[in-house]
């Protein structure tokens, strides 16, 4: 029986990471993997190909509706689907091969297959052919992500009825879409087929999209996707969902009241969240359970209930984010070497990839207001910025959250353009618990879109943004 430092269940960002981590520290790992290509939901069919597609038909969307503007003039424009595709399978395959090769000159033995307990110590590998294997580590950890939730009543089918898994792969560019469920994954594809002429629907049980994000972000992102043509249906339930071979029909009624509708519709995509995945785990055999949720209790260190299995990523409780696995699985394995790693979970940034993009950092409005701390607001529309003018990328904003008293940055919210990559900047100023005339005092490129982030701080600072 082949002996381990440290086996790792689970090959997506946490996982692998993790695992990189660990040989770098002097650890023999070995990763299992039930798929035949590492990287997991994120790299195969979750954020490289969302991100591929999303690049893919902005470009189009640009070139449709600007283009003209710019001076730029085209004919004959129109979406290649299957080049789109294809491109985007050979990003994921080239990214999934980056782990392969990151595996090999970490010196990390790969295992296809599903891995479950034998004891805390044995993992049994089932591959898709060939023989069972037994492996021992001194220490597990459990990395094996979540899938979509697909309630019954959805009658998810994988055909008319699909999730994001589904969507990714789809050959054909639907005439018409209802998306069930206004959070990051419903408008990211959302916005992928509305760009190439898809009519999209979107029905929300809540009264709000993004509703994890600032209220202010959620009310910009809203107003500019349906000006771009998404429809929306807010403190809206779906009672049941139907779909023969070339259609499907949701039934939709308005929170508190009985009357229903139908919305016919070419595919209906079900984005209401995802599910610890566990299954195959045999968790009973070394006694862990999992909570009401599906979630593998863990300690502040991840530890789980058996001292030398820990757990991260989406299995357990916080945001499910590939970035927060990532640092999980770091935290992990310095903390078995000895080291004293630190993560701060409220200065983990969320990301929406729309166009223009969503980016939070910190604590939003209504937390603050909820936890009553004394706080102060500094907003600045993109708009009113030169860069933005520049390249016809005018919509969204950046709200600034302050301390009354101490002037400290309690929470970073941006609508705009390069939001994702913009919101850094508050990270870092954040994690040294900078102020609000901090941020306002550093020197910023000119004209970038960061212009706006020291514009918004001025704002909160003492209410003198220079530029409105």
Not at 141 to 169: C, H, Q, W
Request: net charge negative; glycine share 8%.
């Amino acid at each position: 029986m082949k002996q381990y430092d440290v086996i790792v269940i689970g090959s997506g960002p946490g996982g692998y990471v993790g695992a990189i981590r660990a040989a770098q520290l002097g650890k023999k790992v070995a990763i299992i993997e039930k798929y035949n290509t590492l990287g997991g939901t994120c790299l195969n069919v979750g954020c490289i190909p969302s991100k591929a597609l999303l690049d893919s038909t902005e470009h189009y969307h640009t070139a449709k509706e600007k283009f003209k503007t710019h001076g730029i003039q085209i004919s004959d424009l129109k979406v290649d689907l299957p080049q789109m595709m294809a491109r985007k399978q050979d990003v994921v395959d080239q990214t999934c091969k980056g782990i392969e090769f990151l595996m090999k000159k970490n010196k990390i033995d790969v295992y296809h297959g599903v891995g479950s307990f034998n004891s805390p110590h044995q993992i049994k590998i089932t591959p898709i052919s060939g023989d069972v294997e037994v492996i021992e580590g001194k220490d597990i950890i459990i990395a094996t992500g979540s899938k979509p939730l697909t309630p019954a009543v959805f009658n998810y089918d994988k055909n008319r009825v699909i999730t994001s898994t589904e969507a990714l792969s789809l050959t054909e560019i639907p005439k018409k879409m209802v998306i069930i469920g206004g959070g990051v994954i419903g408008l990211e594809l959302g916005s992928v087929f509305m760009r190439m002429g898809t009519e999209i629907e979107v029905v929300e049980f809540l009264d709000s999209i993004i509703p994890s994000m600032d209220l202010d972000c959620s009310k910009e992102l809203q107003r500019i996707l349906k000006k771009q043509g998404m429809l929306f249906h807010l403190g809206h339930s779906v009672t049941t969902v139907k779909a023969d071979k070339k259609k499907c029909t949701v039934e939709v009624k308005k929170n508190g009241q009985d009357d229903t509708f139908s919305i016919e519709a070419d595919y209906c995509l079900i984005a209401i969240g995802r599910k610890p995945y566990t299954e195959g785990l045999n968790l009973d055999a070394v006694g862990i359970k999992t909570d009401e949720k599906g979630r593998i209790p863990v300690n502040d260190h991840l530890q789980t209930t058996v001292p030398n299995i820990y757990a991260i990523g989406d299995v357990v409780q916080g945001a499910m984010l590939a970035h927060k696995a990532e640092e999980e699985g770091i935290y992990v394995t310095e903390y078995l070497t000895g080291q004293k790693p630190h993560i701060n979970y409220n200065l983990i940034p969320g990301v929406v990839y729309t166009w223009p993009e969503v980016s939070a950092v910190g604590h939003t409005e209504q937390e603050l207001k909820t936890q009553n701390i004394p706080y102060k607001v500094g907003k600045f529309p993109f708009k009113a910025l030169g860069r933005s003018r520049a390249s016809m990328d005018m919509e969204g904003m950046v709200k600034v959250l302050a301390h009354q008293e101490t002037d400290e940055l309690l929470g970073v919210h941006i609508v705009g353009p390069r939001a994702a990559d913009a919101i850094m900047e508050a990270v870092a100023l954040m994690e040294f618990r900078a102020s609000a005339e901090d941020m306002s005092r550093i020197s910023h490129p000119h004209p970038t879109y960061t212009e706006a982030l020291k514009e918004a701080a001025l704002a909160a600072t003492d209410n003198r943004p220079l530029h409105i």
